[in-house]
Structure formats: C-alpha cells, structure tokens
C-alpha cells in the first residue's frame, strides 16, 4: 500500500502562488506515473499535470505555463509549483499515483490511479 498526504493549500489572491507538496510513504517502489488531479464543487474531478518515473511531464492546457509539476524521489514527495492563480483554480488538489508508467494508460482519467491523498484546499480569490 501507498500513503499519500498532500499539504500547501490555502487562501490566496489572483496572481499569487502556492507551492503544493504530496508526501508518500509505505510501498513507494510501487509508484511510477504521479499526477495532480483538482475538483470544483459542483464539478467532475480533472487532471491538472502528471509526471513520469524518469521526469517526463504533462500539463492540462489549463494551466499549462502557469503550474510546474515535480518530485524528488529521495525525498518522495511530489510537488505542484502554481504561480498567476486565477479564481478558477479554486478547488480541492489531490495527488494520485499508480506503479505503471504514465504512458502506459488514460493517465488524465481519474479512474487509472491506484492511490490517492485526502486532498488540500487551494482558494483564489479575484
């Protein structure tokens, strides 16, 4: 099994940034392709950026040029680096793993991981 804890959210202006962090911990050498995933109220959880065991990146067009999606495996810990936050950012972010490789599957849908953190809040306010 798989823990993951996410923490960084809060309340911030548009324009800001927040730094999210996704900390993992038990069978971690089961973890390839880590994504961040956003849900709105009201709203179907969407796929915000995924990243690959060796790097390999990808970025909803959303927030392309604007998130940073990274890890440090050392470290295990998973981080979303979001700078001019708009107010439709706002929603709860959740990092997701699965032991396979990003490209090996529908890594943008939901359903393909097979863990999941609690989730942190992000609130932009305009």
């Known amino acids: 099994q798989v823990q993951l804890v996410e923490s960084g959210g809060g309340s911030v202006q548009a324009g800001g940034s927040l730094r999210l962090s996704c900390a993992a911990s038990?069978?971690?050498?089961?973890?390839?392709?880590m994504g961040w995933f956003r849900q709105a109220p009201g709203k179907e959880r969407e796929g915000v950026a995924t990243i690959d065991g060796p790097g390999y990146r990808s970025y909803s067009d959303s927030v392309k040029d604007r998130f940073t999606i990274s890890r440090d495996n050392v470290k295990k810990t998973l981080y979303l680096q979001m700078n001019s936050l708009k107010a439709e950012d706002t929603a709860m972010y959740y990092c997701?793993?699965?032991?396979?490789?990003?490209?090996?599957?529908?890594?943008?849908?939901?359903?393909?991981?097979?863990?999941w953190g609690q989730g942190t809040q992000v609130t932009v306010s305009s």
């Open positions: 997701a793993a699965r032991g396979r490789s990003c490209y090996s599957g529908s890594s943008s849908d939901p359903g393909w991981y097979d863990y």
């Open positions: 038990g069978y971690t050498y089961n973890m390839n392709c």
